[in-house]
């Protein structure tokens, strides 16, 4: 079973066993996004589940799977296949962060990282509400090799990630916390861009999983 966790109302469960129907976090004003995303990222190093994830922001609504958490009072799922391209692409950017030549770029790492990992990295840049949503679990085939990497500014930290539980095994818990804290976080994102911030974290997940699994590995953001 996989795990989410951090800032979002909604996560992509990759176990039969996972529900779609309830709800996962609660709905905050811009006023206090930034105070609850850290609250909750402070959260996460908390839980001793080794299914530990975290959430796509803001793209489908169900409980958290660590011991049943749940928040009251969520966003409802999305699901919108209209918004899926015809053409399968493992880059999805519906809110526009990305040029034509910058997600050419990512698709040719997650083509290279696939090829070489075993691994697949799937990326959607969206902003709430307007997402494919609960529709790109199928587009993707989303499975316990999978991390999908949700670009969502929607909470403040723009990165987001659920991760599978192959992928869980093999990448540190921490590595996705200090990833989103370096190139997710408000102050990073409004001076480069959240393009910046999405190729900088894309890189940096190539170059993690391509480092050799010990108790060093993924131990630098690079």
């Not at 749940?70 to 391209?85: D, I």
């Not at 519906?94 to 799937?122: C, H, M, P, W, Y």
């Not at 085939?141 to 095994?169: E, H, S, W």
């Amino acid at each position: 079973m996989v795990g989410f966790l951090v800032q979002s109302p909604c996560c992509i469960p990759t176990s039969k066993s996972s529900s779609f129907n309830h709800p996962a976090v609660a709905c905050v004003d811009s006023d206090h996004s930034l105070k609850t995303q850290q609250h909750f990222t402070k959260r996460a190093a908390s839980f001793p589940s080794r299914s530990l994830s975290f959430a796509l922001s803001t793209t489908l609504a169900i409980s958290l799977s660590l011991s049943g958490v749940g928040f009251a009072e969520a966003k409802v799922g999305v699901n919108k296949p209209e918004l899926l391209p015809k053409d399968f692409t493992p880059v999805i950017d519906v809110a526009g962060f990305l040029s034509e030549g910058q997600e050419n770029r990512i698709a040719q790492e997650i083509t290279a990282i696939e090829k070489d990992t075993g691994f697949k990295l799937r990326v959607l840049a969206q902003n709430y509400p307007d997402t494919p949503g609960l529709a790109i679990k199928d587009y993707w085939q989303v499975d316990d090799r999978t991390i999908v990497f949700v670009a969502d500014p929607t909470f403040g930290n723009i990165l987001n990630f659920n991760v599978g539980d192959l992928v869980d095994l093999d990448i540190p818990r921490s590595f996705w916390s200090r990833l989103a804290g370096k190139y997710g976080n408000m102050f990073y994102w409004k001076e480069k861009g959240e393009d910046a911030s999405i190729e900088a974290a894309v890189m940096a997940i190539s170059n993690c999983l391509r480092e050799p699994v010990g108790p060093n590995n993924c131990s630098e953001i690079k």
